[in-house]
């Protein structure tokens, strides 16, 4: 089947910049990744992935580490482990 329906859409520069490399790093364009969603959608007969509204415990953790506060950072995943006393 040849593909002649168009998808436009705006988004952030930033997220688009950034997901695009990671798709690269995936050997996928944006486009292949779209179309692999809405395959999934079509075998899935909805999301594939949930999507819900988060409690407030999980809502609050994640204000928080976008703001950075409670959040470490680590240079090594040793220093990581070694953290986490594994």
């Known amino acids: 089947m040849t593909k002649t329906a168009t998808i436009r859409t705006r988004i952030e520069p930033d ?3 950034e ?5 690269a790093q995936l050997g996928l364009t ?3 990744a779209v179309h ?3 395959r999934q959608i ?3 007969r909805g999301l594939p992935f949930e999507v ?4 407030a415990a ?3 953790t994640l204000k928080a580490s976008k703001s950075g506060r409670g959040v470490k950072r680590f240079g090594t995943r040793k220093e990581l482990y070694a ?3 594994i």
């Open 58 to 60: 999980t809502a609050r």
């Open 36 to 38: 692999l969603l809405y």
């Open 19 to 23: 997901v695009e490399s990671i798709l």
């Open 15 to 17: 997220l688009k910049s």
């Open 83 to 85: 953290d986490l006393g």
């Open 52 to 55: 819900r509204i988060p409690n």
């Open 42 to 44: 079509q075998l899935r």
């Open 30 to 32: 944006a486009s292949e």
